[in-house]
């Protein structure tokens, strides 16, 4: 059970204002799955939005408990046909449900952020306001959906993913082998370390550096997505998709491929198994898992886009990455590489730029409410270092669905104005 | 809220011989037993057969949901079907059931009954309501009960013999036991963990 914290070094820090351009951050932690399951986020967050190993089963199950879903589902769904229909079948539509209420949960921050260079103060609060769908429709049928209704003084920048997931394809016979998920979804090349589940404010470089204005590894894609756990250690991901990031009609036929393979060592397998099974769901200490992750990736794209001179050009490009996740008692080691090549990235003479991001993590558990986090990252473009960061950060969980953060943004690479950025956030969701 | 009848549990008293009359007790584990009991059975008993009970128990529809939503009941057993419902039902079975059947619709305060010849479980569906669920399990002995959350069950009066145990599910299933009963004593009987169906 955590303990409340005292309001007093909370607000010191809040009060500490400073001015940033805030990057909008993405959630995937989910009421709408504590009020069906009647449980705590923790049961599957180290902190929101950051996924504990049965957390990350959970979203691999398509949002369904591995070890007998129904066995704790607390908020009864609606049937769209009682199970005996499946013996009806062909003659019958399969029998499914919707869920019991509607699976709406909001996510809400307000920041303070200071902007060292220009010394730039600012209440930015609320600085975003993101509802979240996400349930199942029936048995190895789940959906997700995040849709930003405001984000620095914007209304409505509009949706940022949603698809539906059907899970455990021929079942019987493959197990968890085979996943189909359709929609507007991250990639799941960065499974290893996903941007929605990140603690930091600061996307990781590798996650978020572009190249070319079309692509970046974090953004969502519409498309289909094969993946699965053919066997508790091990997954993969076969990915086809439009390209083009999240905000761009697709303006050509060209389609992007990806493919993932990654191997779990230790700690719960990959399909949930050696998880809890008993009565009730486990909602204390649950960032402890032992385990080395190791996860490479590769990505295929092209990207048509138009230069100053409006004239369209096509740009194939690459990233190939490996990904590292090592967990010890309380302790977290994240690392991650990723290599690009692109071939036209701005159609002037700058053609066939190599560039190579990598970040180093290191996040603790102090206390189950309070975790720190240190991330070191660099970026290099044709062999020559372009990036090099630094982002602190003190995470503190005043409840299971309030957290309190403080970030720096430090850029040690640059001559002058090392510190860019501090940013103190209030994050909670309901 | 599931009930399963008794009639199993009396014709068990009934045909037990007195004293010499042993328990079968034992457990299934898995967890979604706690959301939908199983019906523990003595399989069929070579050379023997049993009287179905002249009264016919009754399967109800009220607030658009069968009660009980499981009933166990003897080979031969002649079942009536309750319409004590404000609105029509159509019950029938499944096309894979053992017995098939398709009661038509009918209106509030009629009974229709159906004969139950053969073993095994019988899926009711109501064609008007889709998420109306119940099933029918012949079994064929009196030796039979209903596990409890923790899917413990008790088969009490069952003559000294060497049985086979099986269940019935809807969602689990395992293999038949072997159980070995005394008289005046209690067998104890240990499923390994039963696979979704």
Redesign the interface.
Known sequence: MLRAVKPTLLVVGALTTILLDGLAREAAAIPAFARKYRTSCTTCHVAIPKRNAFGEAFRRNGYQIPAGDERYIKEEPVSLGAEAWKEMWPDAIWPGAIPGTFPLAAYVHQRFVFDGPTDDKEFDAPHELELLFGNTLGRNVGFFGEWVAYEKGVNAPGLKRFFIQFSNLFEKRLGKAVSLRVGRFEPGIADGYKDADRITMEHPITLDYRVTSAFRVRDAQSGVELAGVPHRRFEYVLGLVNGQGVSVNDPDNDKDVYARAGFKFGGMGLDGSGGPEGEELVIANNYVDNSVMLGFYGYWGVATQTDSNRVAFRNEFRRFGVDARVNFGRNYLLAGVVRGRDDNPSNTSARDVDSTAWFVEMDRVFKPWIIGVVRYERLEIDGKPDLTQVVPNLTLLARANIRFTLEAFLQPSLDEDKFRTFKANVLFVF | MTRILAAGALAALLAATGPEAGTIQGRIS???L??WPATVFVEKIPGRDFAPPAEHPVVDQKDLVFIPHVLAVIKGTTVDFRNSDSVKHNIFS????PTVFNLGAYSSGVVRSVTFDKPGAV???CNVH????A?VVVVETPYFAQTDREGRFTIGGVPPGSYRLAFWH??VASDPQPVVVEGGKVATVAWPQPKRK
Request: cysteine-free; charged content about 25%; glycine content about 0%.
């Open positions: 898995h967890p979604l706690a959301r499944s096309r894979k059931s899926s009711l569906l889709a998420e109306m669920s099933y809807e969602t």
